[in-house]
């Protein structure tokens, strides 16, 4: 893996805390790799939605990563209620299921961007560098037509 110039938290200049939501673990620790690549912080993970609810309130991440396909809560559902509850959150859809319904859901939920699985590390990251200094999106969510590639 290539080495990444570090992304780093604007207020405070440390590391971007990420929440890594995905029932597989396998996906969970492959994410966990790229953002240590990236100079991240593992805040927290969550193998479905409702824990990724409850995880992200505990540990106030800068970014989530999630997966829509999920026991007991998937992941659209999960977006939908963090950023009911965190109208500031920065989540990007990481799945293999990139159909268009999906993708438009989850923007239309609060995404930020949406990734396809298999996550090629610098896709990932210029993502995640695109939805940090998004302030605009922060404050309104994308839709599809607002996608970025």
Known sequence: MKPFTPL?????SGPVRYLVVDDSVFARK???KMIESFGGELAGEAGDGCTAITE????????VLMDITMPQMEGIEAVERIVR???EARIVMVSSVGYQDNILAALQKGAR????KPVK???LYEI???V???ETAAQTPATVGEARS
């Open 8 to 12: 780093t938290r604007k207020q405070n």
């Open 85 to 87: 509850q965190h109208p």
């Open 128 to 130: 995640i560098r695109y």
């Open 113 to 116: 961007h949406f990734v396809q």
């Open 121 to 123: 590390p610098d896709v």
């Open 56 to 63: 992200y309130t505990r540990t106030s991440p800068d970014i």
């Open 30 to 32: 492959s994410l966990a």
């Open 132 to 134: 940090l200094n998004d």
